[in-house]
């Protein structure tokens, strides 16, 4: 069992920064892929980044590519999502999930969610 845990959430002018952390529960954590998940009012949720648990290989949302930088210490059991260069359109709930990774098909089902740290990036 994993518990997930954000924070680093808040109120930021756009072109400005946030770290966010999920802190994992659980002796498995580096044994899984993390991700970063966002959902803003009234739209679907969308996938931001995530980093394998193994080589450490990262991926991104083209949206964020170049602002945001994902990243994990696994003697913390922690996982970070760096964001830059924050654009209103950045606002949204962010949500930490942990997988197993990727197959040939795309990713495999997550098997633990975070509730969510509200990011709120004002014009």
């Known amino acids: 069992q994993v518990q997930l845990v954000e924070s680093g959430g808040g109120l930021v002018q756009a072109g400005g920064s946030l770290r966010l952390s999920c802190a994992a529960s659980?002796?498995?954590?580096?044994?899984?892929?993390m991700n970063w998940f966002r959902q803003a009012p009234g739209k679907e949720r969308e996938f931001v980044a995530a980093?394998?648990?193994?080589?450490?290989?990262?991926y991104y949302a083209e949206s964020v590519k170049g602002r945001f930088s994902i990243s994990r210490d696994n003697v913390k059991n922690t996982v970070y999502l760096q964001m830059n260069s924050l654009k209103p359109e950045d606002t949204a709930v962010y949500h930490c999930?942990?997988?197993?990774?990727?197959?040939?098909?795309?990713?495999?089902?997550?098997?633990?969610w975070g509730q969510g740290t509200q990011v709120t990036v004002s014009s």
């Open positions: 999930a942990a997988n197993r990774g990727w197959n040939n098909r795309g990713p495999l089902p997550y098997d633990y």
């Open positions: 980093i394998g648990w193994s080589t450490g290989s990262t």
């Open positions: 659980g002796r498995t954590f580096s044994t899984y892929a």
